[in-house]
């Protein structure tokens, strides 16, 4: 079993607010943080952190289960001072060999979305569940159909996340709720 994460790259932005002030450290964890240097630590691409960013790739980074989870990364200056976490939802996904068990053809509409999500699939569609951008779920119903809408009216504005459960296949699409 095959573990992959969308997302090719995370990159770490580095701002120093001083001429005096420079990145010694950095750190990444997935969800729960282990606290201050405890997290596996990331290494600068040319040996220091000089750059005004520095890439992290996938290789290398052990992934956590199949599902939505939340990639943290942090740096600490030389006076010894970590800086604040930055977050991102990663979606780690599953495939066994070459074969692409998540769902093809799901149409989610309208995307950006005001009050009602329609989504549509060639299957039956057991359950959907939204999630925000700090990885955590906020809404989930379950369904028997293959169209179903889904009202989203009382969620705030922003960036969500739509998981789509038809027996034990599952798709995560993006969207952004006005």
């Not at 691409?45 to 989870?69: R, Y």
Request: charged share 15%; aromatic share 12%; net charge neutral.
């Amino acid at each position: 079993m095959n573990k992959f994460i969308y997302s090719v790259a995370t990159f770490l932005m580095v701002i120093v607010a001083s001429a005096q002030s420079s990145v010694v450290q950095a750190e990444y964890f997935w969800d729960t943080d282990p606290g201050y240097g405890l997290a596996t630590p990331v290494l600068a691409t040319d040996g220091s952190f000089n750059s005004t960013f520095e890439q992290l790739t996938k290789t290398g980074i052990v992934l956590p289960a199949v599902g939505l989870h939340v990639f943290n990364i942090r740096i600490k200056d030389n006076t010894g001072v970590w800086g604040p976490v930055f977050r991102n939802v990663i979606s780690v996904q599953t495939t066994l060999g070459t074969a692409d068990f998540d769902l093809k053809n799901v149409v989610v509409y309208p995307n950006p979305v005001k009050d009602i999500l329609n989504i549509s699939i060639d299957r039956n569609i057991t359950a959907v569940a939204l999630y925000n951008v700090l990885g955590q779920q906020v809404l989930t119903k379950f369904f028997n159909s293959n169209e179903v809408a889904f009202d989203i009216s009382n969620l705030t504005a922003g960036t969500y996340f739509v998981k789509v459960a038809s027996d034990t296949e599952v798709k995560t699409i993006k969207i952004i709720k006005q």
